[in-house]
């Protein structure tokens, strides 16, 4: 049967910024479709808050302390991997696996090369999305990873004048901390990991947040580009469509005395919170008893067994540390409300150099709450009730009782005991091409 998936990861989208998960500005209405359309991860999340450890969950399923590609200072290189991707598991059911990107720690030295030939970092969005297709269109069945920074790169939406309209609708004569005439993800990173950050008013913040709108409305305009292009060459009732992110964005929240920016900071929740939406196929609408909402929380370590499941492809319990979605639609719901998701930052373990509060790790707890932890130390810092609070304003560590913290270091204990147990020790290098230096340093992630 013909059939054709198509995993498209909009960086650094946070899934609170679309009006299908309650914005009330209409930035999005291809992705609001696609929503109504098929099945909606009401509380999707990411288990890292940056781009290698993140898509790398997404793509083989496991959590960031197991598959190990967690350093933002090593290269993994594709073949020495010791676990599979989507692309090599999806070509074992019969798919063509290729894989746009836009590159950056997406490229193939980072590992994600493994299992597939057909690689192409591509710049351009339309040039991108053109290779999408012309693959799409090259075999029955095909697996297509698209990547994408149009959104993570909001900053640089300042030397175009269209999305600059959303800052001069709010704010005609905006001259606040950031600059309007050029490229400033540079100066975003550096306020990110500023140790003593100037605290900026609320105009900055609004003036970042209409950038970030901008960027998503480019994006859905894309998106809207390629579901034409799928329904032009009469393929896209064919097609299976996942849309979602590697990690969230930080505008300037407040969080324990803090203002944060960018992303790769701690695990709150505009950092970990990302969209999961799933257009199945026509073949597999009742299978994901399609179109529906989901709200139990689910994770990017999900995707995998998924479209295992999907495709009735074998696979093991302990293969992954995700869960089928396809079981959660269906109403199996046990597993996923006993289990515990754990978070973690852009920390390699090995760099003393951030301040203590841009680093940490983060996990679920009872009543829907979370527990921020300082890794390092394994000292406990915050404790936060969602429901009651969700944007993390009030710290209620200091309502735990003795009987509590002893509960949460014995989690502490199995998590680490779990992980280490299954630790992959991927091989690793150090950056031995000053081309992917620069290229890593254009993205805002290391200095030039």
């Known amino acids: 049967m013909r059939h054709h998936i198509i995993l498209i990861s909009l960086d650094a989208l946070r899934a609170d910024k679309l009006s299908c998960y309650g914005d009330p500005r209409p930035l999005c209405p291809t992705m609001h479709g696609l929503a109504d359309d098929g099945v909606l991860f009401r509380d999707a999340t990411s288990p890292a808050t940056w781009t290698l450890p993140g898509h790398m969950s997404m793509l083989s399923g496991l959590e960031p302390p197991v598959h190990g590609c967690t350093s933002s200072l090593r290269q993994y290189p594709p073949e020495t991997l010791p676990f599979p991707l ?13 894989a746009v990107v836009g590159g950056g720690f997406m490229e193939p030295p980072f590992g994600f090369g493994r299992g597939v030939q057909n690689f192409n970092v591509v710049h351009d969005l339309r040039k991108a999305m053109d290779k999408v297709i012309d693959h799409v269109s090259s075999a029955e069945r095909t697996f297509t990873f698209f990547h994408s920074y149009i959104i993570h790169d909001y900053p640089r939406l300042t030397t175009q004048p269209n999305p600059m309209r959303f800052v001069r609708r709010r704010d005609p004569n905006y001259d606040g901390y950031f600059p309007t005439d050029r490229d400033f993800i540079a100066i975003l990173r550096a306020l990110a990991i500023d140790p003593s950050p100037p605290q900026l008013p609320p105009r900055d913040t609004a ?78 609408r009742d299978l994901l008893n399609a179109p529906c909402k989901v709200d139990h929380q689910v994770s990017l370590c999900d995707l995998m067994p998924t479209l295992m499941d999907m495709e009735e492809l074998y696979y093991t319990r302990d293969q992954f540390d995700g869960l089928s979605l396809v079981e959660l639609c269906l109403g199996q719901v046990a597993a996923f409300e006993t289990r515990q998701l754990n978070f973690h930052s852009c920390e390699d373990s090995r ?92 993205l805002g992630y290391l200095e030039e």
């Not at 989507?86 to 290729?98: H, I, Q, R, T, V």
């Not at 944060?260 to 199945?280: K, N, T």
């Not at 009987?403 to 020790?425: C, P, S, V």
């Open 86 to 98: 989507a692309f090599e598991l999806m070509a074992k059911g019969g798919y063509d696996p290729a």
């Open 207 to 284: 003036f970042m947040d209409d950038l970030y709108a901008a960027g998503i409305e480019t994006a859905d305009k894309a998106l809207k580009l390629l579901i034409k292009m799928l329904k032009d060459r009469n393929i896209y009732d064919a097609v299976t469509l996942i849309l979602t992110s590697d990690h969230g964005e930080s505008l300037g929240e407040q969080h324990d005395g803090h203002q944060f920016w960018f992303h790769g900071g701690p695990p709150y929740q505009e950092q970990i919170q990302v969209p999961l939406i799933i257009r199945p196929a026509h073949h597999l």
């Open 351 to 442: 760099n003393k150099a951030l301040a203590e509060h841009l680093y940490g790790q983060a996990f679920t707890w009872h009543d829907n709450s979370k527990v921020m932890l300082n890794h390092r130390t394994d000292t406990l810092k915050e404790l936060y009730y969602l429901d009651d609070d969700p944007t993390e304003q009030n710290n209620r560590l200091h309502e735990l009782t003795p009987d509590d913290m002893i509960k949460l270091r014995e989690h502490l204990t199995q998590y680490t005991t779990y992980t280490q147990g299954r630790f992959k020790a991927p091989a690793s290098r150090p950056y031995e091409d000053n081309a992917l230096l620069k290229r890593l340093a254009a």
